[in-house]
């Protein structure tokens, strides 16, 4: 029996369709889609270039929320710009190195951003519910021991997912029904067993963010119990509006994510519109959204804004 060459499988090109049943809509779509981008380049950017430059934000949560920036910036470039060229150029060519490149830094991102989300969560539990103790405990040793922490973790989780994706044979079609490069969207055009695959790409990330999800769940919760046992009147509205949008962003970070994740295991029956219209709105909105809800709602940063534009 000829020994089996795997080199000959591997892909030289994918080719990405965009959002099928939607083509031609594509030149439509694209609209909303590069306000959204540019309003969160904007944002962001703006967002850095405060804290970066105002001595006054050089506190932990505005370190946090700075690399919330970043990471955005990274997740939302790392796809957005693929998806524009699709939605006005129709299907795109990507290499299979580059693929392998925009499926890290796509996983990485999310469960980077992720972190920062559970990271600002128990910076505003220390400051809330420890005040006093709030310097001692977020030194900026800590700080910087938390960001590499949680950048070391998000490389561990994901990195796996490229050597999974880059030993499969591809020998049967290099099309890829989607606006960019996700791990089980591309395994799934191996002609190998992906098993390991499915079960990786589902159980490790998804354990991952629940953990993050259920101790920020938590850090509200006692947020919300301190402030409540205060017994000021104004300061119960202005907490509930402040975990109100933070709330809000975060549902609306997850919930598209981990929808995608799910219906890769278990959605055979959600229609593949669907689910890649879900899988493009948490590369863009919560993206745009962050910089507003968590910088222009903070007193320090609207103050800031309001100098720097008189």
């Excluded at 925009?102 to 996983?107: G, I, N, V």
């Excluded at 997912?161 to 290099?174: D, G, I, N, Y």
Aim: proline fraction near 6%.
């Amino acid at each position: 029996m000829a020994p089996f060459n795997r080199s000959s499988f591997n892909p030289a090109l994918f080719t990405l369709t965009g959002i099928p049943g939607l083509e031609e809509y594509h030149i439509w779509m694209s609209i909303p889609f590069c306000t959204i981008y540019f309003v969160a380049i904007a944002g962001n950017s703006i967002l850095l270039y405060l804290i970066t430059i105002q001595h006054s934000l050089h506190a932990p949560m505005f370190y946090f929320l700075a690399m919330l920036a970043v990471a955005d910036l990274v997740l939302s470039t790392t796809c957005v710009p693929k998806t524009l060229s699709i939605f006005w150029l129709g299907p795109q060519e990507i290499a299979f190195p580059s693929c392998l490149t925009q499926l890290f830094f796509l996983h990485y991102s999310f469960v980077l951003d992720s972190a920062i989300l559970l990271s600002m969560a128990f910076d505003r539990y220390v400051a809330i519910c420890s005040p006093l103790r709030y310097t001692a405990i977020l030194t900026p040793r800590v700080i910087v021991k938390i960001m590499v922490g949680i950048s070391f973790r998000s490389f561990c989780v994901f990195v796996p997912c490229v050597f999974l994706v880059k030993r499969l044979p591809f020998c049967r079609t290099h099309v890829i029904h989607h606006t960019y490069c996700e791990h089980i969207g591309v395994a799934r055009l191996s002609c190998a067993d992906i098993s390991i695959d499915i079960w990786y790409g589902f159980a490790v990330p998804i354990m991952t963010v629940i953990s993050d999800v259920v101790l920020i769940a938590i850090s509200y919760t006692l947020i919300l119990k301190a402030v409540f046992s205060l017994p000021s009147r104004d300061a119960h509205q202005k907490a509930l509006g402040t975990c109100g949008s933070h709330v809000c962003v975060i549902l609306m970070f997850y919930i598209p994510a981990f929808f995608s994740i799910l219906a890769h295991r278990f959605g055979h029956n959600v229609p593949l519109t669907f689910h890649i219209m879900f899988a493009n709105l948490y590369v863009v909105i919560p993206l745009a959204l962050n910089p507003i809800v968590y910088g222009v709602k903070t007193k320090q940063i609207r103050e800031r804004l309001s100098s720097c534009s008189l």
